[in-house]
């Protein structure tokens, strides 16, 4: 398969660990995202099962106290270490210059410092357990943040440090897409998924440097009580509410644009059709990543912003349906009349639409005031995001990954147990979440370790679906490692798609193509 | 589309670029992506700035009495001046005048210093004062109720942007080292340009701090 002489695969490229830690290679790099951004997922995992399990009776396992940093660990670990780096790091690295035709990414050392970064983030953030922790939940609200002592100082610099490795990644595929795509690889033949990678990037590099502020004012709050967001010193809470979102909603588009990006691959491949709608996928990417910037104050209804903010927040929130519909559209007429073939990453793909779906509907019920006044705070929010972070972005994740898993190592995977990681995935999700809608609109509230007893039967069931989401993950990681010993060799193109990344070897080489792609026609010349 | 101008002096750009233009524009871009982020970055403080300002005019005015505008004024002085040398600097560099480039670059560091001698001076002042941030205040008020808060400004924002003044010496020394061992010249000259766009946008932020700060009425 490999021509003689073309070079070794990347894999091969260099041996030891030392040739790891200073590779420039942006598939090498991507792959060592992925290793840690999978143990923090097991972290940030387990932390969700302990606090299902304490939710499973109304009884107590853990005191308040500690129920509440499990919660904060869950969430801040989930978010700034899981989700918000996940797609673009690892798959948007690997990927991004083979959909480009690109021979690496525009600032290589650039690319290794901010997987150092990362690293020095993350560890920093797991390090707060040892100054007693953080309680604060992972939006590190004021004023409480500031009067509660353990780790919130370091915690913040922490997610300060994970921001800046974001922007460096983001401002790195910016330049990237600008300025190494291959010959005849004009702006409307990229890949779907560089577009949304792309857009992402924009949320990146433009909203990120206002989450860095806001935390860097906490922690100078906390440490010299500089009173920005102190009543007592004249200073307002709700500044850094609006701070905070201002950040943290941009930041759900960065955690679903790429996921979106995933889906469009995967249902284009696997229904054997052109896309439908390319256009309109790739600049409902944009809109969205625009939009996404005005909406913030729907965190922050019952807040006590004035009347005529909420009204408006309401309806720009409403407006992002759009475009999210139109991909979700799109994405049907792609498979209608298409030869849609099941297969593992597909299923995945569609599992996303369903649940993708739902947490979208529900986020468009949370934007009218009036029901948000109800269900603010309550675990209907709490299903509703989990619907769309896990059931679109882990999903997407799920999926992407056994898409290009045989071109990541050139090994295939077993098909069935795939499908089984599906069924148990898919299944246990829905197990644990849907009740909570139901639990949100009776009203339970969240961030609490206990509840009143007619609470109790659905958060049993909820408890049970998150032992099964768990057998899920362990199958699929079960998955990739049997894969990685025993899988058979993959050939260069198992799915017969049509992107680039696909024409080159399995795994690539180590400068992606054997010579420079000369590209004459759109990604997705199916029929 | 390589026009062939941008050359390193080894004739080498890095592997994955098709030429040296083209990892020129690619490198140049990213300057100005990150330069972005830093605006960003103190677009929040300015907003909040604003926002504390409507809520409490009082406190900026009574603040902005205990700074000195002369001192304000040498420093916005000795930053202009730094930008223009840090430009002609780079001007140099592309004519192949490297040591003419070079006494550019030192002067900048030097304004550089300045300025931060001049801050130091002003904060030990306030700090005799009792004119710390926030709660640590320990101060006179004149019977001005939250005026901690002008000086949880004064300090987070001139803070932040020395921060920055240090950053920028430390590269402008890092380039003149490099432009002293003669790694520079009229083909090639990008890790200049890029910490001179970086040098004339920590300049800029000092434009707004000084009128803000200094020049309350
Ligand atoms: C159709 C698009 C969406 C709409 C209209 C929407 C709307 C909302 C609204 C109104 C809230 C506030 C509820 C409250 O606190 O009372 C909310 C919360 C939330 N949404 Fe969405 N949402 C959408 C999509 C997403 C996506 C794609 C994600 C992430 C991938 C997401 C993640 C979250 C999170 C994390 C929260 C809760 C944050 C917290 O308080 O801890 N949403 N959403
Ligand atoms: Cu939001």
Redesign the interface.
Known sequence: MSTAGAGHNYLEHGKGLMSWLTTLDHKRIGLMYGIFIAFFFLLGGIAALLIRLELFGVGEMFTGAEYNKLMTYHGAIMVFMVIVPGIPAILGNFFLPLHIG???????R?NLLSWYVFMAGSIMAVCTLLLGGVDTGWTFYTPYSIGTSGGVVLMVLAVFILGMSS?LTG??F??TV???RAPGMTMNRIPLFVWSIYSTAILQ??A???L???V??LA??KV?????F?PA????PI?FQH?FWFYSHPAVYIMILPAMGIISELITTYSRKTIFGYTAIAYSSLAIAGVSFFVWGHHMFVSGQSAIAGILFSLITMLVGVPTAIKLFNWLFTMYKGSVQLQSPMLYAIGFMFLFTIGGVTGIMLAVIGLDVHFHDTYFVVAHFHYVMVGGTLMAIAGGMLHWWPKMFGKMFSEYWARISYLFIFIGFNVTFFPQFILGSMGMPRRYHTYLPEYESLNQISTVGSWLIGTGFLVLLGVFIHSLMYGKKASENPWHSKTLEWQTTSPPFH?NFEE?PVVTAGPYEYR | MSTGKIIRKDGHY?????SAE?EY???K??VW??L???I??????FV?FF??KG??PEIFHKGAESLSWVYGAINTAVLLTSSLTMALGIHYIQKGKNSAALTQLIITVLCGAIFMGIKYIEYSHKFHLGLY????FSGETGGV??L??YF?FY??MTG?HGIHVLLGMGLITWVAIRTARGDFGPKYYTPVEGVGLFWHVVDLIWIYLFPLLYLVE
């Open positions: 690109a021979k690496d990414v525009a600032f290589p650039l922007i401002l790195n910016i330049a600008h300025k190494l590099v433009l990120t440097p206002v860095g502020i806001t860097l004012l100078m709050e010299f009580g500089i009173g920005f102190d010193l004249g200073g307002d500044l701070f400068e420079t | 890095a592997h994955h670029f098709e083209q524009t690619s490198s871009q990213g992506l990150f972005s982020t830093e960003l970055m103190f677009g929040g403080l909040a926002i504390y809520m409490y941030p926030g709660q640590m109720e939250n901690p808060l949880s300090y987070m932040l």
